[in-house]
């Protein structure tokens, strides 16, 4: 998993990218986004060789937090060669996320 703290790391890697991409935006000080962690991190074990995944600490990336209009914890959101496809906000159950993830890879 890789941590993005940069604008221009975001827009290189998932903007400007190609493939799929899930990016988690997150915050240490966050219940919701602790409970989220360790799901977060099986789905990138189950779907490593299928997406990319990213973590974005809002405290690090306020810019990023701003720029992409994310008002709550966590926000997940699913890229597909830069365009937002899909997304979670809020708590999801680790069942519902592989179904999301299974979605989004079948449909697109």
Not at 12 to 30: M, P
Not at 45 to 69: C, M, N, Q, V, W
Request: proline share 4%.
């Amino acid at each position: 998993m890789i941590k993005i703290t940069d604008g221009k790391i975001f827009e290189r890697k998932i903007l400007n990218g190609t493939g799929f991409h899930i990016v988690r935006f997150c915050a240490e000080w966050s219940g919701p986004c602790q409970i989220m962690g360790p799901i977060y991190e099986e789905m990138h074990t189950l779907f490593k060789t299928t997406a990319s995944f990213y973590r974005i600490d809002i405290d690090e990336a306020p810019l990023l937090k701003e720029k992409l209009g994310v008002t709550d914890l966590p926000t997940i959101l699913f890229y597909r060669n830069g365009v937002v496809i899909d997304f979670i906000t809020g708590l999801i159950s680790r069942e519902s996320f592989i179904a999301r993830l299974e979605t989004a890879v079948k449909k697109y």
